[in-house]
């Protein structure tokens, strides 16, 4: 449980603190979505298949931290310093850089407790070398969204009532 507060207070911290690309509607927005996503995917994922779960197997209080104020920190870190206007490889670096930086955390995380609080059921590590890029997409390409829709909703006030 000390591992996840730690977490928990510094990706909340440099979220929050750091300068900002994303507005405080697009923060929420990026919130919201990555706890709904994470939800979606660990009911699948952790509570139907057992592939890995937080600190017991099932469902439990303790896991609520890491559900609320774990995942959506680290994509608003991840969006705020997204190279949207560089060429694609410097892109795709990022992402290469991110998603090592998300696999080391992801190692620690299975130090035992009380730093550690993840846990491997029949999931390997190279299932998230797979499965982050492809969240990392999902979520780029939501955020694109719901930047098109501020700039319709901000170029035509009509469209709103």
């Not at 750091?18 to 509570?47: A, N």
């Amino acid at each position: 449980m000390i591992g996840l507060m730690i977490a928990v207070l510094i990706f909340n911290f440099i979220a929050l603190k750091v300068k900002k690309q994303l507005t405080r509607s697009q923060m929420v927005q990026v919130w919201i979505f990555s706890v709904s996503l994470q939800f979606v995917v660990d009911v699948f994922i952790s509570l139907k298949y057992g592939a890995y779960w937080y600190f017991s197997k099932g469902v439990d209080w303790e896991s609520l931290p890491a559900y609320f104020f774990l995942v959506s920190p680290v994509n608003i870190i991840f969006l705020n310093f997204y190279p949207f206007k560089a060429k694609l490889k410097k892109q795709a670096l990022y992402m290469s850089a991110f998603v090592i930086f998300c696999l080391v955390y992801e190692l620690v995380t299975l130090l035992p407790e009380p730093w550690g609080f993840f846990h491997y059921g029949w999931w390997k590590l190279w299932y998230s070398i797979g499965l982050n890029p492809i969240l990392f997409l999902i979520l780029l390409g939501y955020f694109k969204w719901i930047c098109k829709l501020e700039a319709v909703s901000h170029g035509n006030k009509q469209e709103l009532i």
